[in-house]
């Protein structure tokens, strides 16, 4: 998924585990989703299930048709705030920290990013046009998964 990602094929999936929260989702109580974002080339659709996190879910993965056997190898954790502006909804991500993952144990220390993340989303498709007009702000791809592939040298 990371040479995927870094090189923009398409379509392609991210798959997540995601909790909020927490700082470490291994240990949470808080419920946990499964997360699947596939982008093609005109769109994006994401899947969202509950999930019951195991050992085994861990340790042996989980089987993707594309993929193959998929375990946790980085934890992602940040403060985000939520701002909407008319028909914006607008998301800070601030505080990243990346963590290893690795035989169901999350390294420590962790690293933080130097980087923040500011998102502009409209469910309107016509809008598009209008966000970069009225908010000018250097439109850049970020994501924390590669970035933090790339700050703990798991690749």
């Known amino acids: 998924m990371y040479k995927d990602s870094i090189e923009g ?10 909790t909020y ?4 989702f291994l240990i949470t109580k808080n419920k946990i989703k499964n997360e699947i974002k596939i982008s093609y080339y005109n769109y994006r659709r994401k899947i969202v299930d509950d999930v019951k996190l195991n050992s085994s879910l861990l340790q042996q ?12 190898i980085i934890n992602v954790f940040y403060k985000r705030s ?13 505080e990243i920290n990346y963590s290893k993952v690795s035989n169901s144990f ?3 220390p962790s690293i933080q990013d130097t980087e923040s993340i500011i998102e502009i989303k409209s469910n309107n498709i016509f809008k ?4 970069l007009k009225n908010f000018p702000l250097a439109r850049s791809r ?7 592939i790339e700050l703990l040298k798991i690749f």
Do not use: H
């Not at 929260?21 to 470490?24: C, E, L, R, V």
């Not at 909407?84 to 991500?93: A, F, Q, S």
């Not at 970020?142 to 933090?148: D, V």
């Open 61 to 72: 993965g989980f089987f993707d048709e594309i993929y193959g056997i998929c375990k946790p």
């Open 9 to 18: 094929v398409l379509p392609r999936k991210k798959i997540r585990i995601r």
């Open 82 to 94: 939520y701002f909407k502006l008319k028909e914006y909804r607008i998301t800070i991500d601030e």
């Open 142 to 148: 970020f994501s924390k998964y590669c970035r933090g």
């Open 106 to 108: 999350i390294s420590k």
């Open 128 to 131: 598009k046009d209008d966000i």
């Open 21 to 24: 929260g927490t700082k470490n």
